[in-house]
């Protein structure tokens, strides 16, 4: 694992950090919860919200902006998904060095 890779790997720590202790649930096989994904290079890190089903319009925004308040406390710069197929479930944040 190179330098680079093991930065971007803490970083995504510590945004998985931040929103457990926000009591917002990691994903896991028995059901919902954020997912982290790391990328590459210094793009953004896409956080998605993983549920079992749709939820509905009022319910997404209620949880998006949970994540959204989490990870801004930290500082941290939080967008909608710019993905080439954007979805209303993920969100593109933007760490600063600790």
Known sequence: MTSSSQHRECDAERIRQALRQAGIPEWHEDGGGFDVAVGHGE????????????????????????????????????????????????????????
């Open 43 to 98: 793009e953004s890190f896409s956080v998605a919200a993983a549920t079992d089903r749709r939820p509905d319009p009022v319910e997404l925004e209620q949880m998006m902006a949970a994540y959204t308040r989490a990870l801004t406390a930290r500082g941290w710069r939080v967008g909608s998904d710019t993905g080439p197929d954007p979805d209303p479930q993920v969100l593109d944040v933007w760490v600063t060095p600790s």
